[in-house]
Structure formats: structure tokens, C-alpha cells
């Protein structure tokens, strides 16, 4: 029962880690913590109700987390090739300069592809700040879920 318990800490920990980091998946961790506790103290904190909204949660801003900076491209005028550089841009930059190379990759893609297709410089940076606006609320998104189901663990350990 402790270990699991303090397991769910360190769930809950890399949960709120990763909301920040990019490529860590903060949520599924903070959530995999209600878990643990909720087997720690055989399912009594939590009812299944409530364990499958938190489910949702965890999978709707995970989700959101990857569609929210292609909106954003969008909304400050990204074309097909700003949202695509982006999404390239986010894949080679968490593979060459994790954690922050999401962050850098996705405008950096965003303002090379509206460069390609004849964007002048200031538009194509526009979009590239559309993406670095939607990585932010994606992040500020994540850090709600995790902050929530935070206290909840907190909440039903004491």
C-alpha cells in the first residue's frame, strides 16, 4: 500500500514536470497517481465516475496539446505549409534539442514553411508566433489537469 502510494507521488510529480517539458506527457502521469491510490486504498477515494471523467480530461488535453499550436499557426495566418512545417518542426526538434526543441521546432517550421510557399518575413513570423501561443496554452491546459487531479490525490490521502 505505501509503495503504491508513494509511487503515486512520484507519478504526480513527473505529471506536473511534464506538463512543461515537452515530449513528457504530464496528465497520463498525474492521472496513473489516482490510480495507484485509488488500488493503495481499494477504490474507495474515488468512485469510477469520477475516475472516468479524469480519464476524459487526460485524454482530451493530451490530445489538445498537439491540435492547440496548429490552431493557433491558423489563427495568426498560417497556411498548409505553416501548419505542416510546424508539425515537422515539433517532431525534428524533439528529437535533436529536447525538451525545449517542441517549442523552437514548431515556430521555426511554422516561419520556414510560410517562407517556402513566398510569405515575407513578417508574416511567416506571425505564424511562427500563432504556434508558439498555442504550445503555451497547451501547456497552461496540461498544468490545470495535472494541478486538479493533484489535489484530488492530495485531497483523498488525508
Not at 477504490?43 to 498537439?66: G, H
Amino acid at each position: 500500500m505505501i509503495i503504491l502510494i508513494i509511487l503515486g507521488v512520484i507519478c504526480l510529480i513527473i505529471g506536473i514536470i511534464g506538463c512543461v517539458i515537452p515530449g513528457l506527457a504530464g496528465p497520463p502521469f498525474s492521472f496513473l497517481a489516482l490510480i495507484l491510490l485509488s488500488i493503495a486504498k481499494r477504490w474507495e477515494p474515488f468512485s469510477p465516475a469520477f475516475l472516468v471523467a479524469m480519464a476524459a480530461v487526460t485524454i482530451i488535453v493530451t490530445a489538445l496539446d498537439y491540435i492547440v499550436p496548429a490552431v493557433g499557426a491558423k489563427k495568426y495566418g498560417a497556411s498548409k505549409f505553416g501548419f505542416w512545417g510546424a508539425v515537422i518542426g515539433m517532431i525534428v526538434g524533439i528529437i535533436y534539442i529536447p525538451p525545449l526543441g517542441m517549442i523552437i521546432g514548431a515556430f521555426i517550421g511554422a516561419f520556414v514553411g510560410e517562407l517556402l510557399i513566398g510569405k515575407q518575413s513578417s508574416a511567416a513570423l506571425k505564424a511562427g508566433w500563432g504556434v508558439f501561443v498555442g504550445v503555451m496554452i497547451g501547456i497552461l491546459l496540461k498544468l490545470i489537469a495535472s494541478g486538479v487531479m493533484t489535489f484530488y490525490f492530495i485531497k483523498a490521502l488525508f
